[in-house]
């Protein structure tokens, strides 16, 4: 019996030092020249893998000779590498990912200055700010606003006798969510209410608002709000660029932080 055992032991472990007949070893480094402990180091074309030491080393046993390794570890850029069959060492360093490519860990609050662009002669002009948080998804809340004119009815522009003097008001508040397309560029899709009203002095010194859906397009107008834009996040800093509205278009421009 003992001699059996023997036997199966020693054709057992001469079996596995059959199947480990290639070996590939080398250290892993950042790109600052430390070693990087406890990346994982995969032999391309196997499902052979091992982790770096603490100096960065690796030694990876393998069937069959390989001719890459792809070396990953946390938020580096995963690398490819090809390995040499003339030297016996391999030397890998990983990089930091750019701001273009690397990808958001955490959500992250910001906060964002908006203007509005309302074309028309446009007197007014709104501000506002833009509030929400981001990772792979994310949501949003925007207020813009300028002061709201008086006026003592409604009228059409051609009625009656104008002395031309115009003032006009603009407010919009939405919300909605945000999306992250892949690089650091996000898309924002929303819903709320907008209200632009013009008024124009008559002759009797009363203002009107100005109905222009008839005989304008620069009219007045009040209701349902589509909000809708991309968000552009170079580092900390974000810029987004979008339209509001429904039956009359106002453009947005909003520059911001993210914390």
Request: charged share 20%.
């Amino acid at each position: 019996m003992k001699r059996k055992l023997m036997f199966m032991s020693m054709l057992f472990a001469t079996v596995l030092c059959a199947q480990a007949q290639y070996v590939t070893s080398g250290r892993v480094f950042d790109q600052y020249g430390n070693p990087v402990s406890g990346a994982k180091v995969l032999g391309k074309g196997t499902s052979r893998s091992v982790t770096t030491g603490i100096d960065g080393s690796f030694s990876l046993e393998t069937t069959k000779p390989i001719k890459k390794v792809e070396v990953s570890y946390m938020d580096k850029q995963k690398k490819t590498q090809s390995v040499s069959s003339k030297e016996d060492y391999t030397i890998v360093t990983l990089k930091d990912p750019s701001w273009w490519t690397k990808k958001p860990d955490r959500y992250q609050w910001f906060v964002s200055a908006e203007s509005a662009f309302l074309g028309g002669n446009q007197k007014c002009v709104p501000l506002g700010l833009m509030v929400g948080y981001v990772k792979q998804f994310g949501g949003y809340v925007r207020g813009i606003f300028s002061g709201m004119p008086k006026t003592d009815g409604e009228i059409e522009y051609d009625h009656g006798f104008f002395t031309g003097e115009k003032k006009d008001g603009y407010m919009a508040v939405t919300a909605g969510g945000i999306v992250r397309l892949g690089i650091p560029l996000y898309l924002y899709v929303g819903a709320g209410y907008h209200n632009r009203t013009i008024a124009l002095e008559h002759a009797n010194k009363k203002w009107y608002r100005k109905n222009g859906f008839e005989h304008s397009h620069y009219g007045s107008y009040k209701g349902l709000a589509i909000d809708g834009g991309l968000i552009f996040n170079p580092g900390p800093i974000m810029i987004n660029v979008g339209v509001t509205g429904y039956n009359r278009l106002s453009f947005h421009l909003g520059v911001g932080y993210k914390f």
